[in-house]
């Protein structure tokens, strides 16, 4: 009778595969939401404004290096079954303690913007004061951790939220006119090249705790072994075009409106580049519009910044439950909230700056996943990792060192450092 009920309750395959499909197009909007987040949108409109049609190489840029690290990021994490930090002690003994504090720094210092970005967006949307906007959105977000079906509720949340950024982004594109083909010239031939533009978007994208976001997802959700790496690598794929689309739109959005002569203030105390543009392109419709965009952007990247950054604290303590890392969650929130009340730095001033900061943190670990993809196939269940993969691994973590190296004091100058 026991084995009966057993089966009688066992999953059918129809509701397996409907499960897995959720599960990857939760991972794919993490991903995308947490690369979508007020971070990029913020640091796409004021390098377009100060860079022009040129800032589309920088875009271009973001893309391909997203397209590299994701790729690996997810194969590796898939084939070891193992979290990023565990993945690093296994190629380095010590590194992965030393990578979880890094991503968890950078995910802190990234949700005091995330919390500041959600405020200006409120600000945009109803005219509530950012600080006051700003709280009232990381509670929404503490609700949902401390909500007991917490998982359905960051999926279901983040897959919405998504979809509504990327279709009211595409409006504004539309409505603002950008020069397509002089953006297209400079894509490839750029005018000007800003090392710390590019590393300051590379990071807002797939910078610090980004990098991880949707593999750790996946992790969770138990679609791990080469039996899923197919599904996995399709997933991945599908991000990256999301959000490089969602990167391109943005970026037209903003250009149509500097192209006209608009100039945008970036440096103002109170200033909200974006908000600028999208009011510019679209009257106060936009600059409502805007509020929902940077909103929805916002709080998905508060729940993805705190989700993900708390799950390297596993590498401490392993047997950590669901329940009590929703709690460390719900706690990662409070403590960047706490941040961000008394932080006196302009909201828009410290989305540039984590951008940056979390674009010298992606080097390290990065080139940790591509050394244990070299030396530590025997952790992959038999699979031969594509070499090709490998030397793109291997080459474009030398590209981030190097642009780090060239930027890391244009980016601390942005906090007076």
Known sequence: ???????????????????????????????????????????????????????AFGILASVVIDFVVQLNIWRIVTLTRR???????????????????????????????NIGGSGLGLNAMLGLDPKIGGGLSALIAIGIFLSRRA?????????IAGVM??????????????????????????????FAAIVTIVGGTVGGYITYSGAHRLLDKGLVGRENLAAVNRAALTGIAVTGVMRFVLFLAILGV?????????????????????????????????GVI??????????????????????????????????ATVIFIAVSLAFYVVITTPPAQMLVFVGGLNGLI???????????????????????????????????????????????GPIFALLGL
């Open 1 to 55: 009778m026991e084995q009966n009920a057993s089966a009688a309750s066992a999953p059918k395959p129809a509701e397996t595969i409907k499960s897995r499909r959720n599960s990857l197009m939760a991972a794919i909007f993490l991903m995308a939401t947490s690369a979508i987040g007020p971070g990029f949108i913020t640091q796409t409109a004021t390098f377009t404004a100060s860079l022009g049609a040129a800032f």
């Open 83 to 113: 979290r990023a930090s565990d993945i690093a002690n296994a190629a380095i003994p010590g590194s992965g303690y030393v990578l979880a504090v890094l991503v968890i720094v950078g995910g802190l210092f990234f949700n005091i913007g």
């Open 151 to 159: 998982g359905l509720l960051v999926d279901r949340f983040i897959i």
């Open 165 to 194: 950024m990327i279709l009211l982004t595409l409006f504004v594109a539309i409505v603002s006119g950008p020069p397509v083909g002089l953006a297209l010239y400079e894509t490839f031939m750029p005018s000007t090249i800003n």
């Open 258 to 290: 500097v192209a006209s002569g608009l100039v945008i203030d970036t440096s103002g105390k109170g200033a909200n580049p974006a908000a600028q543009a999208f009011q510019a392109a679209a009257g106060n419709v936009g600059l409502r519009i805007f």
């Open 294 to 327: 940077l909103w929805a952007a916002a709080i998905t990247s508060v729940i993805g910044a705190a989700y993900t950054s708390v799950s390297f604290l596993t590498v401490f303590k392993q047997d950590m439950s669901e329940r009590a890392r929703n709690v």
């Open 362 to 408: 992606l080097p390290i670990g990065f080139s940790l996943f591509i050394y244990a993809a070299w030396k530590r196939q025997d952790l992959m269940e038999g699979y031969k990792y594509p070499r090709w993969l490998l030397v793109l691994g291997a080459l474009t973590a030398a590209l981030t060192w190097y642009m780090g190296y060239k930027a890391i």
